[in-house]
């Protein structure tokens, strides 16, 4: 059984929807596009400088040589510190923190030299991702709000998993702790315990957690990248875009919202009857005395 529901919904106003209809195409924006201060994307940078990286390790390791238990894991540099407390090495942590200052600005020169190399890969990365979000149902009053003018837009309901244009949706998390590149803690952890960390293979997975807050929005997305030419062919971000077609048979319903216009109803209904004639569709109504929305069968 795929993890993902059969179909997903893309919210829009009636003039998109026009165009995605008219066009047979879906756009996938890079991050940037998003416009979300939150949202990472290639100008992120990391949330700590280098000297704080190195202060932080001096101070950790300084800790470890005179805390009361002896320091965890089986590292080179846990083993000079258990050294050093056998020997009772250090009267004092300044006196401590004059000798880990040399050593551990070599150690943190080169893991920066590292982190150098994973920011690249991190722009590289970003500028070339491609994404598209989708909620999980059409009747969902938070995305309709918000990403349908109020009510006023429609609702695409689209096939999605195997053999389709969203083979592989994922589900956006909605976690209070925001998502970094790398963290301090991190990379406090490669230097101190030696543990093996390839950032890089977590990328895709930090455009996968939102707040708390947007959880109504129930969001799903799908992810491609384009090749590194397409990606590097534009300096302008707004440029950054792909526009992907899908199979009209992947369409499998729309739903005008209970407020749009008997205008844009119009042209939307003579569009699916002429593109789509086997896409259902459907009209959106407020239920009375509720915050609720029902939807009726319309013939096209």
Known sequence: MPDHPD??????????????????CLRWSAPVLYRDPFELNHRTALAFEPQTLLSNVIRTACGMI??????????PLTQVIRRWRDEERFA????????LQELMARMVDQRQNELDEMMSD???????????SFSAKADNLTAWQYFADSHKGAVLKFQCGDNTSLAAPQQVQYLPA??????????????????KLHSQDFFAEK??????????????????????????????ENDWFSDQPFAANELRAVYFGA??????????????????????????????????????????
């Open 7 to 24: 179909t997903l919904s893309k919210y829009s106003d009636a003039l998109t929807a026009e165009k995605v209809l008219q066009s047979g």
């Open 66 to 75: 005179f805390a009361r238990e002896d320091p965890r894991g089986a590292s």
């Open 92 to 99: 004092s942590p300044e006196e401590a923190e004059e000798v």
């Open 122 to 132: 991190w722009r590289r990365y970003t500028r070339s991702l491609r994404i598209c």
């Open 178 to 195: 925001r998502p970094e590149i790398t963290s301090l803690k991190e990379q406090l952890n490669v230097i101190l315990y030696n543990e």
């Open 207 to 236: 455009f996968l957690c939102k707040q708390p807050a947007a959880k109504g929005e129930q969001e799903w997305r799908c992810f491609f990248n384009v090749d590194a030419a397409t990606a590097a062919k534009s300096t302008d």
């Open 259 to 300: 407020f749009m216009s008997t205008e844009d109803k119009q042209r939307l209904l003579a569009l699916l009857k002429h593109r789509y004639p086997e896409t259902k569709v459907f009209q959106a109504e407020a239920v009375a005395g509720k915050y609720e929305i029902s939807f009726n069968r319309l013939k096209h």
